[in-house]
């Protein structure tokens, strides 16, 4: 007769492994196979679940095109502030132009409280999503460390610190 055995005698690792979700598996893997180490020599991170994992000293987001993508605008939207005069003045509807210039000195003071009152001087959410993605990616919004976009099977990872 077999004992069940319980995992958690066996370390952690062996019950890292046997709770891990196919899901959570395929992109711990994509990782490993992007650094060129075993998979197990990489684990899921406690507070941040499935889509994030640590290796060596470092943190990696790793998400599949559509996460990327809605993490990225997420991103974008709370960081309005931090644009450029230039790329603003852009996606400004043109009544609010005159306001931008005048708003300039507030928002350098004011940093991320001033994202409330540019958003709602923005014409198009997604225009202006869009273009932030096309001209820096989404690593610059989502890898805080090198702001660099990688991919492996399938999935795109960001290194967080």
Known sequence: MLDRINPHRLGPRLSEETTMTQDTKARRDALASFLGVSPVEVRTSKTEGSKRFLFDQSTWLVLTDGEADTLAREAILRDVWTFSRSFLRVHISSVFLPTLEAFEPLRER????????????????????????????????????????????????????
């Open 110 to 161: 004011a940093c991320e409280r001033a994202n409330p009152v540019l958003l709602t001087m923005l014409r198009d959410l997604d225009a202006f999503v869009a273009d932030a993605i096309r001209d820096d990616g989404r690593g610059r919004f989502l890898a805080a460390q090198d702001r660099a976009e990688c991919s492996a099977q399938g999935f795109y990872l960001y290194l967080q610190g």
